[in-house]
């Protein structure tokens, strides 16, 4: 998108933001304010970043503020300031780089009583707020997440298993229903009362993506687990109605970045693991390969014999991404001891 037709996407959403910003003295039912975070790092997402942002302005219930935190990229900061100006909190990444700095800096900037998470590169549907709002209508509830559909630029690789739908940043086949108790949220989409922070002391720097090379993971698995440990009376939700739509090039979709991605999240509970230990960070992973991978791999097989031979494929990708996953988390448990 360029030239006139970007100048024109600039300004709906300046005129949603302000719109938003009209609306949000209303009294509304729920927790008070939410603030939104998103956090980017790179000109290359652009059109996506502004897609996000439009539909955090556009919300039925309407976001306090919107929060984007630039990650380490001043050329992405000023183009970002030109096109939006003041109809959104702009805010580069005050601590280390990585995504883990990101969302504790949104965190710091936000006023809201809730902070929302939204992905660079996700939509979110028109009611998103509004179902995390009458989620937090418990004052148990600490935290509340959605739905994480796919969009595929091309078409869903016919091998890729939904069992391993996390790799891609989305809802996998094998979580808890709407509405029930979870241990950890996916952290693309995503919100907490903003007190949990000082509870669970933010995102640890050395968990989650950042400029290297592997797609590491995780951060939002250890904040969520540090608040069941200081606030065993918290309750986390996945609440289904909360729909965001998260894009997914092509690149991700070959076998290559799936195993990487394996790897890289072996490597993450590894890290994971030793800082909130074994037996809580690795629970869900436990049951997940010990009920739902096996029920995937003959559902795969059975698929075969029905002539749906992608069936195959997913049945072996399953088993592919498993072995990963633990020679990943072996070895980053080794070099954790050494």
């Known amino acids: 998108m360029t030239g006139v037709a970007l100048e024109d996407a600039g300004a709906s959403v300046v005129t949603r933001i302000s719109a938003t910003a009209d609306a949000a003295g209303q009294l509304l039912?729920?927790?008070?304010?939410?603030?939104?975070?998103?956090?980017?790092?790179?000109?290359?997402?652009?059109?996506?970043?502004?897609?996000?942002?439009?539909?955090a302005a556009g919300q039925s219930r309407p976001a306090h503020e919107?929060?984007?935190?630039?990650d380490h990229n001043p050329a992405l900061l000023r183009r970002l300031d030109t096109e939006l100006g003041s109809a959104v909190k702009l805010t580069p990444n005050r601590e280390q780089r990585g995504l883990s700095g990101g969302k504790n800096t949104g965190v710091a900037v936000a006023t809201g009583d809730v902070v929302?998470?939204?992905?660079?590169?996700?939509?979110?549907?028109?009611?998103?707020l509004r179902y995390f709002a009458e989620s937090y209508a418990d004052d148990a509830v600490a935290g509340v997440g959605g739905l994480t559909l796919p969009r595929w630029d091309t078409a869903r690789p016919g091998w890729f298993p939904p069992e391993f739908d996390w790799v891609v940043g989305c809802n996998y086949l094998g979580m808890p229903d709407s509405r029930q108790p979870v241990r950890n949220l996916l952290g693309g989409n995503a919100s907490f009362r903003k007190g949990m922070f000082g509870v669970a002391g933010g995102f640890t720097a050395d968990v989650g993506r950042s400029g290297a090379r592997l797609p590491l993971g995780g951060e939002e698995t250890e904040f969520c687990i540090k608040i069941g440990q200081r606030r065993p009376d918290a309750r986390l939700l996945i609440d289904h109605r909360a729909v965001i739509w998260h894009r997914i090039p092509a690149s991700r979709g070959r076998f290559s970045y799936f195993i990487t991605r394996c790897y890289a999240e072996g490597l993450?509970?590894?890290?994971?693991s030793h800082a909130v230990g074994a037996a809580e960070g690795m629970s869900a992973e436990r049951r997940h390969a010990a009920v739902t991978?096996?029920?995937?791999?003959?559902?795969?097989?059975?698929?075969?014999?029905?002539?749906?031979?992608?069936?195959?494929?997913?049945?072996?990708?399953?088993i592919a991404g498993l072995t990963t996953a633990v020679v990943g988390y072996a070895v980053g448990r080794i070099s954790r001891r050494r």
Do not use: H, M, N
């Open 29 to 55: 039912p729920g927790p008070g304010r939410i603030s939104v975070v998103i956090c980017v790092y790179t000109e290359q997402r652009w059109d996506d970043i502004l897609a996000a942002v439009e539909s």
């Open 66 to 70: 919107i929060i984007v935190v630039v």
């Open 116 to 128: 929302a998470f939204l992905d660079d590169d996700a939509i979110a549907e028109r009611d998103w």
């Open 268 to 272: 993450s509970k590894a890290q994971v």
């Open 293 to 318: 991978l096996p029920a995937g791999i003959g559902r795969g097989v059975a698929a075969a014999f029905r002539g749906d031979l992608a069936g195959l494929g997913r049945a072996a990708a399953i």
